[in-house]
């Protein structure tokens, strides 16, 4: 009979199966699309008579329009070709009311060459705003000499302290537009509700068309590229690109905006879910389902690894085998990181778990201090690593005087905690070779949590992955190479002391004594 604790762990994964099973049905039935089978019912596309279409791109700042008053036209395309890519710049004059902390639209035309858009019946358009609102990111200044001479620091100089955490109006530089190009016969029964929105209706006889599905791709909306609308701007570029779609998709991304969309809601800021367009958009489909499947296994290896490591310390009863020194240096450099995390503003998905490890690291120092440590043959190790200390700690104090005086900081605190950052990367090598020298001694590793250890490795190489996919410091992508070295040089270990099941563990028991049954009565 299985133990209660396998019976949970084979339960996770199996939940975990099937989440993964689920994931890759919803996703095949969002990429494809049942056509009409039948001549009743079924709705044509417009686009398979090949008219003749223009694409007119306005700007004003209201969010409703109902006349051509008040707008500007920035880009016209006559002759429109829905199959070929383009991509152009033009610069948009930003009214009075948008450099007062206001908002600018843009309104999307297509419509029949020729023909204004307000007279056209058979016109679809679409409105996208061309600014958002965000707190400006903070002037990153010399601590000693408080030199900075960007613009933004000038602005900010000019605005009282009250008002520099305030929401101000940012400039969307990219404006992307897509145009669903596949002769596709929709099932009116069936209508896709994610496309359903974005069509139109026409009757021509006695067929029901749908009209060209034009599309404004919001994930391309990054918030690196977002710009500082000042009082003194004028003008500001605009790049206004195009591209065909295919149905899937089509499909597949508006699923995406709407997940993001959703995220906000829920809270997330627009930076972190800025990450997350990050992953759509910087990567192809191909490596964006290996992205899912990664983040998928990195979760369940994350939950895997916290309950083993928790389990492990809750049966130890004694540091015998461990250095409680290593779990002090582990502890330190854990929260350092997690608020070096913070402080970067990093992606929740890097965040969260560096403050579940953060706060298991804290209860394993507080059961550390009570368990008693009686280990006196270890001595000349310690020894030996407090020596080293001595090297390491110039280091760790020269690397922060070096930053202070030629890196820009946010504030004292964002210096204090890369400072720490950065020295921790070479006192964490002495936390492990603490570990690694004490197994080195006891010529064994069986004192290790294997499990845990084991499950914190898979996730070091998926770490190896999401270094290149999703946006983090670059000192924590080069710590996540540092574990792969150190858990070789464990695994190494392990093969050169393999465990002793002759040895009599602390309470009594060899795993090579075979327990007495008792007679089966016949």
Excluded at 346 to 363: K, R
Aim: aromatic content about 14%; charged content about 20%.
């Amino acid at each position: 009979m299985w133990s209660g604790r396998s019976s949970f762990t084979s339960l996770v994964v199996g939940v975990f199966v099937v989440y993964v099973v689920h994931t890759c049905w919803v996703m095949y039935g969002i990429v494809y699309t049942r056509p009409c089978s039948g001549d009743s019912n079924c709705i044509q596309p417009y686009l398979a008579r090949r008219p003749k279409l223009q694409l007119s791109v306005y700007t004003t700042t209201r969010s409703s329009l109902g006349a051509e008053n008040n707008v500007d036209l920035v880009l016209n395309v006559e002759d429109f070709d829905v199959e070929s890519k383009f991509e152009r710049i033009v610069n948009v004059s930003v009214p009075k009311k948008t450099r007062n902390n206001g908002t600018l639209y843009a309104y999307i035309f297509l419509h029949h060459a020729g023909i204004l858009p307000w007279h056209d019946g058979k016109q679809v358009h679409l409105i996208s705003p061309l600014t958002t609102y965000m707190i400006p990111k903070p002037e990153e200044i010399n601590l000693l000499t408080g030199e900075s001479t960007t613009q933004q620091q000038i602005e900010a100089e000019k605005k009282p302290s009250n008002a520099l955490d305030e929401p101000v109006s940012h400039w969307r530089p990219r404006l992307t537009l897509n145009v669903m190009v596949d002769d596709f016969v929709f099932d009116g029964s069936s209508l896709p509700a994610d496309v359903h929105r974005y069509m139109k209706m026409i009757q021509l006889g006695k067929t029901v068309h749908y009209l060209h599905i034009l599309f404004i791709d919001q994930l391309s909306n990054r918030v690196k590229d977002l710009m500082v609308i000042n009082r003194s701007t004028t003008e500001l570029p605009l790049t206004v690109s195009y591209d065909k779609i295919s149905l899937g998709r089509l499909r597949f991304w508006i699923h995406m905006q709407d997940a993001v969309y959703s995220l906000q809601q829920f809270g997330f800021s627009e930076k972190d879910a800025d990450e997350v367009k990050g992953i759509f958009v910087d990567t192809n489909l191909y490596l964006l389902a290996l992205t899912f499947f990664v983040a998928a296994f990195h979760l369940l290896f994350d939950f895997l690894a916290f309950k083993n490591d928790i389990s492990f310390w809750k049966k130890k009863k004694s540091m015998i085998g461990m250095s409680t020194k290593a779990v002090l240096w582990r502890c330190f450099s854990t929260v350092v990181i997690f608020l070096f995390l913070l402080d970067e503003q990093t992606s929740l998905l890097v965040l969260i778990p560096a403050g579940i490890g953060a706060a298991i690291e804290l209860w394993k120092v507080m059961k550390a201090l009570k368990m008693t440590v009686a280990w006196r043959g270890l001595r000349p190790v310690f020894q030996a690593m407090k020596s080293l200390s001595y090297l390491l700690y110039p280091l760790c104090v020269g690397g922060a005087a070096y930053s202070l005086l030629n890196i820009k900081y946010k504030s004292w605190y964002s210096w204090l905690i890369n400072s720490f950052v950065n020295g921790k990367s070479m006192c964490l090598l002495l936390g492990d070779g603490v570990c690694i020298f004490v197994n080195y001694k006891m010529k064994s590793v069986a004192h290790l949590p294997w499990k845990a250890f084991t499950y914190k490795a898979f996730n070091t190489f998926i770490d190896d992955v999401f270094a290149f996919i999703i946006t983090m410091p670059t000192s924590h992508r080069l710590a996540c190479f540092r574990d792969d070295v150190v858990f070789l040089v464990y695994l190494y270990q392990r093969w050169l002391y393999p465990v002793d099941k002759s040895r009599v563990n602390e309470f009594g028991e060899s795993y090579e004594e075979q327990p007495k049954r008792k007679p089966h009565p016949d």
